[in-house]
């Protein structure tokens, strides 16, 4: 079986292909084009039995993925902080693509189980819509601290409660007492407050188109207590297939709620973890808020492990644990439901 490690860029992909052994079989560089992508594959199958060893990173990546899977190719997705391991040991000093791509490859070859890439579907549709909803919130916030100091301005004994500048009701109120004064200020003002309720209803709007989508194809996921509609297509869109990971402590270790071990002696202890996907770490985080405000399995399993003797801090990394196995077997309950042909079979919580 020959790996073809691939370093990609936004003009060009660098190819290596190694034997089993990991000695290199030959290179090629071609453009970051269809045609390119139709040039190296037609390079490739000089080797028939063969594999594509491509290096993770999906803003520079998908379009050669897309057009291998279409093909029929074999590919894998290889982590960025396994080529730093692999790049260590070789004799070869120095950065290049071609060192890149070999490093890509030979990490292939070592690392056992690494996630097979898919032609990706309502994850990604569903990751476009919560990331671009996220832009507009952000930017509506924005434009709300703006409007906050000009009222301020203009009225100082005018009061705006926290939140309230995204109800249409208060934004009426605002738009009469803006029209009333003059000046460049209200002027200012009156365009940002007309802004702010443009993205107001387009943030709604993409809410229920999120809402949706994510229905038919999540059900189980939202069965789960405390996950609404925008968290389940945040974990759906970021995890982006639950059979890409062979267990659900794999799962748990990319979404960083698995604990590392900080022990010496007798005494067993572990530290939060840092690393991992922090958007899935959050909608964790804010899945097991929502539980411990509600009586509930989520809050006893919280008040057990503070009675033996865990922080706050402890109970609730140990809650997002728990959370993050429910997670990971109702994903793949729901990814069963759908296509029952797929490997994502059930497993046991």
């Known amino acids: ?39 190296a594959l037609q390079w490739a199958r000089q080797w028939p039995e063969r594999r594509w060893a491509i290096e993770d990173c999906r803003h520079v990546t998908r379009r050669l993925e897309r057009d291998l899977l279409a093909a029929g190719e074999l590919v894998l997705r290889v982590p960025p902080k396994l080529m730093l391991e692999s790049r260590r040991p070789a004799r070869t000093r120095g950065k290049s693509d071609a060192i890149d791509a070999l490093a890509v490859a030979r990490a292939a070859l070592r690392e056992p189980g690494l996630p097979v890439a898919r032609l990706e579907g309502r994850s990604r549709e569903l990751r476009l819509l919560v990331d671009y909803r996220e832009d507009l919130v952000a930017e509506r916030t924005r434009l709300q601290s703006r409007l906050r100091w000009h009222v301020h301005e203009l009225e100082p004994e005018l009061v705006i409660a926290s939140g309230a500048l ?53 059900p189980s996921l939202l ?26 402590a794999a799962f748990a270790m990319h979404d ?38 509600a009586p509930g399995c989520g809050r006893d399993y919280y008040q057990h492990r503070r009675e033996g ?41």
Not at 8 to 30: F, I, M, W, Y
């Open 1 to 39: 079986m020959v790996t073809v490690g691939t370093d990609a860029h936004k003009s060009s992909h660098t190819l290596v292909a190694v034997d089993e052994n990991g000695c290199r079989l030959g290179q090629q560089t071609v453009p970051a084009v269809g045609a390119g992508h139709l040039a």
């Open 166 to 218: 995204d109800c249409y009701k208060l934004l009426e109120q605002l738009e009469a007492v803006l029209a009333a004064q003059p000046g460049l200020v209200a002027e200012i003002a009156g365009k940002q407050l007309r802004q702010i309720r443009e993205l107001t209803s387009e943030i709604k709007q993409l809410e229920r188109r999120i809402a949706n989508l994510v229905l038919p194809v999540a």
């Open 223 to 248: 069965a789960l207590f405390g996950c609404g509609a925008l968290t389940a297509a945040k974990l759906i869109g970021e995890t982006a297939g639950p059979t890409r990971f062979r267990s659900r």
């Open 256 to 293: 960083g709620s698995a604990p590392i071990p900080a022990s010496s002696g007798d005494r067993q202890r572990h530290r939060l973890n840092r690393g991992g996907n922090r958007q899935l770490n959050a909608a964790l985080h804010r899945i097991a808020i929502t539980q411990l405000r």
């Open 309 to 349: 003797g865990d922080s706050k801090a402890e109970a609730l990394r140990c809650l997002k644990r728990r959370i993050s196995d429910q997670v990971y077997r109702r994903l793949r309950l729901d990814a069963h439901l759908l296509d029952p042909l797929s490997d994502a079979t059930p497993t046991a919580a």
